[in-house]
Nanobody, 115 residues
């Protein structure tokens, strides 16, 4: 079992920045992906960005050029740097760790962007 601990959410004005962090509770070996999803009120959870242990990344079109995902494999931690935030980025952000066939989720952290 792996637990994911998130931090870094909060309230920010449009155009501002936030950095989310997610740390896994134990060392992770082998191929895996770590990433971020978000869920706004009344909407389905959607992919924001993912990073594989092999070094590749993938972003939702809506955040390309504004968000950057990075990971520190030695610390089993993934980060999401969010710049130029928009009100439509407001959501609960969830950390995800995928070690097939298992998915692990964090508890979620609220990001609110005011206009």
């Amino acid at each position: 079992q792996v637990q994911l601990v998130e931090s870094g959410g909060g309230l920010v004005q449009a155009g501002g920045s936030l950095r989310l962090s997610c740390a896994a509770s134990r060392s992770i070996f082998g191929y895996n992906t770590m990433g971020w999803y978000r869920q706004a009120p009344g909407k389905q959870r959607e992919l924001v960005a993912v990073s594989t242990s092999g070094g590749s990344t993938n972003y939702a079109d809506s955040v390309k050029g504004r968000f950057t995902i990075s990971r520190d494999n030695a610390k089993n931690t993934v980060y999401l740097q969010m710049n130029s935030l928009k009100p439509e980025d407001t959501a609960v952000y969830y950390c995800n760790l995928r070690i097939l066939p298992f998915d692990y989720w964090g508890q979620g952290t609220q990001v609110t962007v005011s206009s």
